[in-house]
């Protein structure tokens, strides 16, 4: 643990030194090895010239690493696993000043990954074909890719994948292509671009059987053939879900934005990838009564995706506010104000009940925690996502309401776009926007 980064306790990362600014993945999925095979090349910038480049990985199989240039072989070293936080990777570079280089990377994921999960044909609705799909999120990335795993990196990514040609690829990026492998037709070439920076906790990848249904001119439904119809009326809403967010937090910039139903193994309701959002199929409920779920996840598209959290301390950055802005859609499309404050006094006895359920005491109830050491995995809970909201919606009753504080919301989304941020940017942005209600804010947040 000493190693780790001092700007983020889950990464043994350097960005502040040596920077990655654009990945490009060239990848086979093999179904039969539970392994994603191939090369990934990481545009880096050198900011301190006398640096190495660090990277997390985790039980990766390291063939080579060259510069992608030249394809002369760079030395490095792989320290031996530390738990949850994998191995740091550790590349020497050239000792010149202030320069930016190409670093190839031959890899090869192992069956283990933590990132990836696997599923027979059985385990899926049509039982033809196997499936694969990914959770990144917190520090899983290092399990599929070598790479900075740090929310306080963000950087846009293209990427090739080789898939069996019966089955369908899609990643957290726009979709571009798909050529079949010359002189192999049971193989095809699926190429994504994305070209916004995102962090490497929203990476995905999922390959199966599957379909898609439009929704909205920007919008649709990826399902198994069995369940792309029911998938599709269930959240049908979500074109609408789209634009009362833009009018809250301003203009959609990913371009697309799908929902793909995964098997129901997917262990969460919903992962708010970019582009690409997963969602469980316990969700259709056949009377769009749980598609609230995917308005939370449309509000990550700002709140998370756009604006982030620099480092897993500040993950309530990216869930309060997503909570706030999910009931204020959710008020507008459903049961207006009186639904959002019934959704918020629910989120409420949510908070005291995990807080209980922690004891009073547990750091784990903070709202900024410290991860120095920890497993997010082993802090998530409800706190980040309620104890948030909470904060945000007393801030705006304090303030003036939702006249007020709505404003402010769609200026920080805008101040801080494209970045990672703390609680204390954000405290400090708060305070400079209502400098006249100080003394109102004084004994709350300062």
Known sequence: MSALSKTDPTSYSNPTECLVEHIHL?????????????????????????TDLILDTRDLTIFSIKNNESKEPLEYTLNEPDGCFGSKLTIQLPE??????????????????TALQWLPARLTKGKRHPYLYSQCQAIHCRSII?????????????????????????????????????????WSEFNFRQKIPMPSCLMSIVCGDITYRDVGPRT?????????????????ETENMLQVAEELMGPYVWGQYDL????????????????????????????????????????????????????????????GNTMFFERKIDGVLRGGEK???????????????????????????????????????????????????????????????????????REYIKHFRFQSITTADWKEFLLEYFANEASKLFNIIC
């Not at 963000?154 to 979709?175: E, N």
């Open 339 to 409: 639904l959002r404050q019934f959704k918020s006094l629910t989120g409420w006895n949510e908070l005291q009940t995990a807080v209980d359920s922690l004891g009073a005491d547990n750091p784990y109830t903070r709202l900024v925690l410290d991860m120095k050491g920890v497993d997010p995995d082993d802090a998530f809970s409800s706190i980040p996502y309620e104890k948030g909201h909470a904060l945000l919606f007393y801030l705006e009753q304090l303030l003036g309401g939702p006249e007020v504080f709505e404003p402010f919301l």
């Open 96 to 113: 010149l000043e202030f320069f930016s280089m190409e670093v190839l990377i031959e890899y090869e994921t192992k069956e283990n990954c």
């Open 146 to 186: 070598p790479l900075q795993d740090t929310p306080c990196v963000k950087c846009p990514f293209t990427a090739k994948v080789t898939a069996p040609s019966d089955l369908k690829v899609l990643m957290s990026a726009l979709h571009e292509d798909i050529n079949e492998v010359e002189g192999d037709p049971a």
């Open 26 to 50: 060239d990848l086979k999925i093999n179904f039969d090895r539970h392994t994603l095979s191939g090369s990934a090349v990481l545009s880096i910038k050198k900011i301190n010239p006398e």
């Open 220 to 236: 649709r439904v990826w399902a198994e053939p069995e369940l792309v119809e029911q998938a599709a009326w269930e959240f049908a």
């Open 260 to 319: 793909v139903v995964l098997p129901p193994s997917f262990p969460f309701g919903g992962m708010e990838n970019p582009c690409i959002t997963f969602v469980t199929p316990t969700l259709i409920a056949g009377d769009r009564s749980l598609a609230d779920v995917v308005a939370h996840e449309i509000a990550h598209s700002w709140t998370g995706n756009l604006v982030t959290n620099k480092n897993p301390n500040h993950f309530w950055l990216n869930e």
